[in-house]
């Protein structure tokens, strides 16, 4: 079952137990080990240094909104940072790689999303593609359009964004294009 509502919780068990605020927690297990100088939690709404989003053509100002987020979707990065950061989740950096198995115990959200510990699993049944089936990726995606999948089938790493909040489907589609362009 996925919910923004269990990473609030998480975030604040994390902060009760260190005693610290959870973006220096973060920086401190993650941005700093992994040296991502360009990553870390919006959490000062007069920050501007990330590119405004973006509904259709009309940029979005909600920075009281972004510092809300918190864990549940408030970190800020680059597309390279997210490929170093998702080579080291899949890759062992973080933590043993035999507990991956243990997030992936699927769940349904919505079509074509499966939801396991913190990562999602994108995979279009065959009928989408009976030519030529695209296999599964495991990641995250965001509100944003942002995106952070591994398939495993093909060992390769996709990050990125569109930037577009109305249109919600555009990263997979973006994924798959991409996907393509390395067969």
């Given at each position: 079952f996925y919910s923004d509502t269990n990473y609030q919780l998480l975030g604040r068990v994390i902060e009760i137990i260190t005693g610290k605020r959870i973006g220096a927690v973060l920086k401190e297990f993650i941005f700093e080990p992994l040296q991502l100088r360009n990553t870390y939690l919006y959490d000062d709404s007069n920050d501007t240094t990330p590119v405004s989003l973006y509904y259709k053509?009309?940029?979005?100002?909600?920075?009281?909104?972004?510092?809300?987020?918190?864990?549940?979707?408030?970190?800020?990065?680059?597309?390279?940072?997210?490929?170093?950061?998702?080579?080291a989740f899949f890759g062992g950096q973080l933590f043993p790689k035999e507990y991956i198995s243990e997030l992936t115990i699927w769940n349904r959200i919505f079509f074509p999303l499966q939801y396991g510990i913190g990562v999602a699993r994108f995979k279009l049944p065959r009928i989408f593609s009976p030519f030529k089936p695209i296999p599964e990726f495991i990641g995250h995606s965001g509100l944003s359009g942002a995106f952070a999948y591994y398939c495993p089938e093909k060992d390769l790493y996709l990050t990125g964004t569109v930037n577009q909040i109305a249109k919600p489907g555009l990263s997979y589609k973006l994924m798959i294009k991409l996907l393509n362009c390395f067969e």
């Open positions: 053509t009309d940029p979005l100002c909600i920075p009281l909104a972004m510092t809300s987020f918190g864990p549940d979707g408030g970190i800020v990065s680059t597309a390279r940072e997210s490929m170093t950061f998702l080579r």
